[in-house]
């Protein structure tokens, strides 16, 4: 049983009771799973064709707090229900847990069975169908990297989150004498998600102790999105099976190297990389300086859908591989946007400014509305910025805080256009949540620098 199953194959496995649990999950607004897990005798029968959840999935924090605000659901209007809708094309086993597999659901309004415009995977199909509209396929891909830690999940927040020690004691970086001594985690996750159907290429061993990187093969985009998602949640599953905790914060420590998310893109037609012309500058298509154009201009827009909580803009430091300006060059690791593959048919623009804590779905999403966008106004691409990109002081900054990113998408009209006031509205709040919770929080910071001093 390797691979995604079709419901005939499920129904078969169900019969031969070598499954009996299915997942039933959809992906909230943080990019986690959330969902029920049904017998499997009586999701064949009944449940492949609905059930039912509370609408404040989608209204939710990552503590699972319900903050007032959302126009979409409320105390007010009593939490009612949305539909999930089984997408059968995406079932799949979970190996790492027996007799288990798992399908994706999409969000339908309970009333109207129409799609729920904030759900991360109807954002993302708008965004798809955009493109396709153009004729155009969007491939994607994303880089998954995270901490392993030494204890686990429970010791560690017993410990109130002190004196965390990673599984390594040193700089792991492609280093493959460390990296074994990971191996009793990262073996089963590499070919727990292939067998999953997940395309895994590799993983390796990142730029700081205990950091790790996943690396999951490109593919049409809500592919890829539901790649990421399961990849992560299998991440912290595995991890947790083996006694250790698998950290996807961006930022866990002030000297400590932050994780990143980055993503990949092209744009395929006819089956071929469109956004590849051997005889174009770097092999780049006028379509890809379009797109990299419309990508460069509405980065600050899009950010908060790259770095959505307030330690996700603790890593944007000079000389800590993550960018701190929004342009672009050719190979260039200081840059927020690298261009890969110059001069063959495998160019692309890899994103380099997205956390580890990023939403796929909303990440892409906002990626390719701001691409698209360059095309469709003809923008012409800068030329490529060279040498240490963090001291170019004419360049643009990312945002430095959740605050400024928040502003900034509140007064999209790009991200409006192409996703909806209802859509940026609900994401806007979620941004202004996050910033009301960290304002009243006091901190070790303010308690070890002013409680004597002060």
Known sequence: MAGLMTFEALQTAVETHAVDTVLVCIVDMQGRLMGKRFVAQHFVETAWKETHCCNYLLATDLAMATPEGYAATSWRAGYGDYVMKPDLTTIRPMPWLQGTVMVLCDLLDHHTH???PHAPRTILKKQIARAEAMGLTPIMATELEFFLFAKSFKQIAASGFRDLE???DYNEDYNILQTSREEHVMRPLRNHLYAAGIPVENTK???EAGQEELNIKYAPAMDTADHHTIAKHATKEIAD???HA????????TDRVGSSSHVHQSMWKDGQNAFFDPEGEHGMSQMMRHYMAGMIKYAPDMTVFLAPYINSYKRFQRGSF???KTVWSVDNRTAGFRLCGENSKSVRVECRIGGSDLNPYLAMAAQLAAGLAGIEEGLELAAPTTGDVYDNEKAREVPKTLRDATETLRNSTMLRAAMGDWVIDHYTRAAEWELEEFEQA????ELARGFERA
């Not at 698998?246 to 420590?253: G, Q, V």
């Not at 006091?442 to 910071?445: E, F, G, L, N, Q």
């Open 114 to 116: 129409e799609e729920v």
């Open 166 to 168: 990673p599984i390594s």
């Open 205 to 207: 061993g990142e730029a």
């Open 241 to 243: 099976q083996q006694g």
């Open 246 to 253: 698998a950290s996807f914060l961006p930022k866990w420590r």
């Open 322 to 324: 993550a960018p701190t």
């Open 442 to 445: 006091v901190t070790d910071y």
